[in-house]
């Protein structure tokens, strides 16, 4: 699928550290060994995000099943990730992207100069980017693409 984030297709996801929903640090150290989905995503609780966060949510076995984790990032606070991965009960990581420091060096447009980006990537064992979606307003489609690519993926890989 072609998008606008192509260009990362096989180049190594780059390094951060970020803290998650419980407040521990997460860096890309923990991507290395399996496979991940790591989906950028504007605002916890808007419509859209809500539709995509419980939509990873609805698939989180079938990603775990082609040995997947599943981790999502926006700007939002440590306390805000958490009361949304509690109220839609999620089985993920949420990402704090502190003033979207991450978003920046993956070079992440906004949409309309004002959203921040929707974004998927998808993450291979050796941290090396394999595979993205975008697509602003359809939120639904990052889950059923997203899971697509991985077993396309997986299943040409092993």
């Not at 998008?3 to 860096?27: T, V, Y």
């Not at 082609?66 to 109220?87: M, P, Y």
Request: glycine share 8%; proline share 3%; with cysteine.
């Amino acid at each position: 699928m072609m998008d606008s984030h192509a260009h990362w297709i096989g180049e190594e996801f780059p390094e951060f550290s970020l803290k998650d929903d419980e407040g521990n640090w997460f860096n890309h150290e923990g991507f290395k060994g399996l496979w991940s989905v790591v989906f950028f995503y504007p605002k916890d609780g808007s419509p859209g995000c809500t539709i995509e966060s419980c939509g990873f949510r609805d698939e989180h076995e079938q990603f775990t099943a082609l040995g997947a984790q599943l981790i999502g990032v926006s700007t939002d606070s440590v306390n805000r990730h958490r009361r949304f991965k509690e109220k839609h009960n999620l089985q993920y990581k949420l990402l704090f992207d502190d003033g979207g420091r991450l978003a920046k060096k993956l070079r992440l447009k906004r949409t309309l100069g004002l959203l921040r980006a929707r974004v998927t990537f998808i993450i291979d064992p050796e941290c090396v980017i394999r595979g993205t979606i975008t697509a602003q307003f359809a939120p639904k489609k990052h889950v059923y693409h997203a899971l697509r690519q991985l077993r396309e993926l997986t299943t040409t890989d092993t």
